[in-house]
Structure formats: structure tokens, C-alpha cells
């Protein structure tokens, strides 16, 4: 396990839960939380680096759960290293640098999967089969959205360092955003983005998250990501998806994420508010021409640890797409950033990634 953050703790947590791992070693810099976590879970080697950690001799599988920057090259090290790979999402900073993951996990014939837990969730497993039992009919407009108000994960740490993060909140929680709903639409593919960027309130000081404290704050309140982002994205089956991201913005206070579906046959509204672990799923359909409303009541999901069974299974089956899926999201949010730059639609698969 390397990383010992939030993201960390969600998986440390899971492979401990699960029958048929042993979680030999831990890696992240802040060694009283490191030392905290290890003893928990009866873990004896825990160090500083992650490179002191790959050392090791006898492990299967690492997990990566730091900052963007260096998802790719501990990845590849360990990858080049024999061991299974799990990352934490995004899996890049940008499309070239997800591109390279991939190629290392063909190259080692090892498994590099990506953690996507939203998806997991029961509200969005319970929508995805109303949606595949034919409910909604033909789905072909979509909004979803993932946006808070004061919830920048710290002013100046790296998660507001473009350099460092690859992006704001589009790459951060957008890309989660943009995971669950081509998960609930089918996988279609995504033909054209037109986007704008803002960086109005992060960048004057506001919108830090109380309670968000990230690693490597310097307090320099750097900020050079966006803020707020919002795309409206055409799908090859001629259907629309709009996504909004932000981590700022003079709305309604709290944490709230979640996506309203509108079909030939049906619409869906599920509503996800400040984590709450079951949100609000509506379904509307018409019954003998008069407008009908169901609430349904999913059970609860597992994130993480489904994340983790899954892993699991890949690496035993040799399975899974070997982050593929992520390398075009990668893509899809890296076209949303030129759109925004560029002040144009943005058609995939007709313009090279940037710096290519
Ligand atoms: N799936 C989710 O819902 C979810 C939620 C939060 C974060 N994340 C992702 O998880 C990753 C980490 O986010 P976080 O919020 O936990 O960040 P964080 O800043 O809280 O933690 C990062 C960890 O990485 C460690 N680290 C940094 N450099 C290191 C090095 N050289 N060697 C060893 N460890 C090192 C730090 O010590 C720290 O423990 C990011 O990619 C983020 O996007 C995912």
C-alpha cells in the first residue's frame, strides 16, 4: 500500500478485509499517521518511500494512492518489477503519461486496474439495472454533475498545483462524474466536447474545504487549476451529456453529486448529497397516460472494497482491460481542457492529444 491519505485508508481498509489478501508493507511520508494504519492493521513493515517499499521481495500486488504526479512512474517501477498494479483515479495527469501505464502493464503481462468506486455505489449499481431491464426506454440526455461550495481540497496543496494534479476539479471528482454516467449510458462513445473553465473564486483565496487538509500544503495558496468546469459532450448514438464539475462555487452549502436521465420510456434523478452512503433515485415513467413517480430505496454499496474484490479477481484471472477504460477518460477530460483553452468544440479522435 503505498499513500496513507484518505484514498490510502479506503484501501488498506479493504485488502485487510478481504479473505485472501495479507497486507505485507505500507509507504506514505507522514510516518505517525503510517505507524497509526500499520498497527491496525497488524502490518510490521511500514517506511517513508515508495521506492523503499518496491524493494521488497515477495510482494504480489501494490496499490498507489498518492498524488497524480506520481501514479505513473510508480506504476511503471512496479509494473517493470513483476507486482499487479492498483491506482487510484484519475490514472494520470494526462492521456501520454496513462498511455505509458498501459503499455508497461501489457509489456510486464501484469494487471493495472483503476479505482472507480462511485460506480460501486448501490444507487448507481440499482439505476444501471433499471436502466438495462429497458425502464427508461432509449436513454438520450443526460446532466450530471459532482459540485460543492467551499470544497477546494485545500488551497495550495497539490491538488491545486496543475503541475501536480493535472487538473482541478473536471480530473478530480469530474472524472468520477464522467465514469459513472458512461457506466449508466452503455458505454457510448464520446464524439465532441465544447467546455469552459473558471478559476474566479480559487484563485482570489476562496473555497478552501475545512476538513480537507491534503499532503504538501507549503502555504503558498497556489492555484492554477480550474475551479468550476462545465462540457457539453455529443455521444455517438446522437444522445447529449452535459457535466458539471466544481469544487467552488456561491450555491447551495454542502457536497452534492449525482445525474438526471431522460428516455423514450422513462427518466431517473438520483441525488447524492454531502456522501451520504444511499442518495434520493426517482424513476419517472408514464402508466396509462398519467405520470407516474417511484422512489426506490438500493441497499448500500461497497466502493473501495468492491473496488478491491474486483482487483483481486483481475490479477487471479489475469482479466480486466488493463486501465484502457481510464486512458479514455483521460482523454475525454484532456479534449475538455483544450475545448475550454480553445474556446471551441472539441471532436475525439480528430485532433492529437496536446503535446503530442
Ligand atoms: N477514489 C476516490 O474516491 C478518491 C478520493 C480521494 C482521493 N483519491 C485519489 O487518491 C490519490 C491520493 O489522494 P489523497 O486525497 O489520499 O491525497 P493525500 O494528499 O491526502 O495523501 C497522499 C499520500 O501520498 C503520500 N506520498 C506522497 N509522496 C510520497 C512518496 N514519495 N512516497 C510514499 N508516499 C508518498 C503522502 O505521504 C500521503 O500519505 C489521488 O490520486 C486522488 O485523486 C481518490
Known amino acids: 500500500m503505498i ?7 479506503q484501501h488498506a481498509d479493504a485488502y485487510a478485509a478481504h479473505p485472501d489478501v495479507e497486507l505485507a508493507g505500507i509507504a506514505g511520508l507522514e510516518e505517525g499517521v503510517r505507524a497509526q ?25 501494490v496499490s498507489v494512492a498518492v498524488p497524480t504526479f506520481l501514479h505513473a512512474p510508480i506504476t511503471v517501477a512496479a509494473l517493470e518489477r513483476g507486482l499487479h498494479v492498483l491506482s487510484e483515479k484519475p490514472i494520470a495527469r494526462t492521456p501520454e503519461e496513462a498511455a505509458r501505464m498501459v503499455e508497461a502493464a501489457r509489456g510486464a503481462g501484469r494487471v493495472l486496474d483503476v479505482a472507480f468506486n462511485h460506480r460501486q455505489r448501490g444507487d448507481i449499481q440499482t439505476l444501471k ?23 477546494i481540497p485545500t488551497l495550495g496543496s497539490w491538488f491545486t498545483s496543475a503541475d501536480k494534479a493535472g487538473g482541478g476539479p473536471l480530473l478530480d471528482i469530474g472524472v468520477h462524474v464522467l465514469d459513472y ?31 480537507m487538509e491534503k499532503s504538501g500544503a507549503t502555504g503558498a495558496k497556489t492555484f492554477d487549476v480550474e475551479d468550476l468546469a462545465t462540457v457539453f459532450m455529443r455521444l ?11 469544487w467552488a462555487a456561491h450555491r447551495t452549502a454542502g457536497d452534492e453529486f449525482g445525474i438526471t436521465i431522460y428516455g423514450t420510456e422513462g427518466g431517473a434523478e438520483l441525488i447524492v448529497r454531502d456522501m451520504e452512503e444511499i442518495g434520493s433515485l ?31 479477481e483481475k490479477v487471479r484471472n489475469r482479466g480486466g482491460d488493463n486501465g484502457s477504460n481510464a486512458v479514455e477518460l483521460a482523454r475525454i477530460v484532456d479534449a475538455c481542457y483544450r475545448s475550454a483553452a480553445e474556446c471551441r468544440e472539441v471532436r475525439l479522435g480528430d485532433d492529437p492529444p496536446a503535446g503530442s
Open 3 to 9: 499513500g496513507v491519505g484518505w484514498a490510502g485508508h
Open 37 to 61: 494504519l500499520a498497527s491496525r492493521h497488524g502490518v510490521e513493515r511500514h517506511v517513508a518511500r515508495w521506492e523503499e517499499l518496491l524493494e521488497d521481495d515477495g510482494l504480489d500486488v
Open 129 to 151: 439495472r433499471v436502466i438495462d431491464a429497458g425502464r427508461l426506454g432509449t436513454p438520450y440526455y443526460a446532466k450530471a454533475w459532482w459540485l460543492r461550495r467551499t470544497g
Open 181 to 211: 454516467s458512461l457506466f449508466l449510458l452503455g458505454q457510448p462513445r464520446i464524439t465532441a466536447v465544447s467546455a469552459s473553465t473558471y478559476d474566479l473564486l480559487g484563485s482570489a483565496g476562496f473555497g478552501s474545504g475545512p476538513g
Open 236 to 246: 455517438e448514438d446522437g444522445g447529449t451529456l452535459l457535466v458539471e464539475a466544481s
Open 282 to 312: 426517482r424513476i419517472f415513467t408514464d402508466e396509462a397516460g398519467v405520470a407516474a413517480e417511484t422512489t426506490l430505496s438500493p441497499p448500500a454499496g461497497t466502493g473501495h472494497h468492491a473496488v478491491v474484490a474486483d482487483f483481486v
